[in-house]
């Protein structure tokens, strides 16, 4: 990734995966499983993201 970095004009930004996937849950799969399935959810933040 790094010898990629010099060579584009794009913004890259580092994340886990884990990271990654809590974001989409936070700002979409929260509320469908709540719609959908009718339950309510706790979302479970990481203290750490990068294990």
Known sequence: M?????????SLIG???AASEFL???TQMRHWFE?????MTVLLEQSYWWR
């Open 15 to 17: 994340v886990s995966h």
């Open 24 to 26: 989409v849950m936070k």
């Open 35 to 39: 719609r959908e399935c009718g339950v």
């Open 2 to 10: 790094m010898d990629y970095v010099p060579t584009t004009s794009m």
